[in-house]
């Protein structure tokens, strides 16, 4: 009895001993990969999380990048990579399965990195005056739902869980990956591709990339409360109730897409509005017969490779036919809509919306009559009365023609037309009469390569 006692105790001992290198181990690792990242970042975390069945990872997890300042945290960080083998000893090739949760991630979107998100936002905006996304229309004063547009909804941080997974199967050289993201208040998303590729590869990209075939691929995606969270916002931005927002939105999309000459066919217009309901859904897969590889995608022709692959779309749980629609012209064509400011060519008898038929009229009244002569007698010549155009116009005489109508040319390529507002050393506005109103629009001598005065 006394022997059998003392070898639990020993066998107790081994097991602690075990477990206790097994730690040691997951914590070394750990610090290991902090002080990799502590030129690029401060990596701090609570306690270390080491499973008999080999699941290690981290609790209270915080990375703060060096140049942003702004902490992303997570409750937990989970890696499981087949059993507890793989992290006690290492291994030099990939785990024929990996697995890796990340719990609660937080940043806030006050954070650096969505101020800088912000800050190209703005650029885009600035650059082109005019614009406003086709899906923020009859959104009131908003042009586009972007970080500003997110925290005016009631967002404060982006809180989200995510899972990765992936598969190698060597005997029958194929590699699984897929990625499942839970955003809280706003929608999930999961990413699953297969493909033919050799799992020892993998250690060099280049020949894994090379050699690798995309069999599968499947995206979908369901709305977990931004939509209901949007209509409200824009319902309240434009004061109307949210089925009237909608209403007011399918109506301008359509002649925004009339305008722009984009004709999208009436079952993905009918998709897209599906979509904007709260709690829609939407996948898509493709399955290319032979599946595709890199080759394809760089020398095969556009409109070849997506026959070749094979798409299917569904939005809330029913097929969209795809059958006869012309990708190119439609890409094509969506890619130049959206630039109500930019004018037709002009020539010097151009005259702003409206005022041809006036400038005929003024001509027409301010001609005397004339007396009627013999046929054998020719009148005499009298002079063509002065017509006024758009002449170009330096920058530093506008303040002159304050109230005038204008066309100002931007080095972004977008043209601003209307009225002269403002105008002094450094700058100048226009208002500008719009379907749902006037518009002002502040532009920089900086960014005006040239301006034209209706004179």
Known sequence: ?????????????????????YWYQVKSKADELAQQMAPFAEVRYGSVYAHPDGTVGVDDLVITPRQMHAPISMDAVRIRAGGPLFFLFGSDTPPEQLNISLRQVRQGLDSELFRTVQQQSDLMLESNPLYVSPNALGCGG??????????????????????????????????????????QDMAETRIEMAFSADPGQLQNPMMASGNARLETLSVSYRDQGYNQRRDRFCAAESGVKPAEYQQQHRQLLSQWLDGNGVALPETLLAAYFDLQQPGSGMAMSMRP?????????????????????????????????????????????LAM???????????DSDLPAGQVAEADQA???????????????????????????FQPTPLAELPAYLGA?????????N?????????????????????????????????????????
Do not use: C
Not at 435 to 454: S, T
């Open 405 to 413: 109508q204008v066309r100002i040319f931007t080095y972004f390529g």
């Open 142 to 183: 908003v042009r586009q739902f972007d970080i500003n547009a997110m925290k005016r909804m009631g967002y404060d941080e982006v809180l989200m869980d995510i899972n990765l997974n992936y598969r190698g199967d060597v005997q029958a050289r194929k590699v699984s990956l897929d990625m499942y993201m839970d955003i």
């Open 415 to 455: 043209d601003v037309e209307g009225q002269l507002v403002h105008a002094d050393q450094s700058s100048v506005r226009v208002l500008q009469r719009l379907k749902q109103g006037m518009a002002e629009y502040p532009l920089e001598h900086d960014r005006i390569q040239q301006a034209e005065v209706w004179r």
């Open 289 to 333: 017969v032979g599946g595709v590889g890199a080759a394809e995608l760089m020398m095969q022709d556009p409109v070849d490779l997506l026959r070749s692959l094979n798409l299917q779309f569904s939005v809330n749980d029913k097929p969209l036919a795809l059958d006869g629609v012309n990708w190119p012209d439609l890409m094509t064509n």
């Open 337 to 347: 809509a959206g630039n109500p400011g930019r004018s037709a060519p002009s020539s």
């Open 363 to 389: 001509q027409a009244a301010s001609a005397p009559a004339q007396p009627e002569v013999a046929a054998t007698v020719a009148p005499a010549p009298r002079p063509e009365p002065v017509r006024k155009r």
């Open 1 to 21: 009895m006394r022997k059998l006692g003392t070898g639990v105790v020993v066998l107790v001992l081994i097991v602690a001993a075990a477990y206790g290198f």
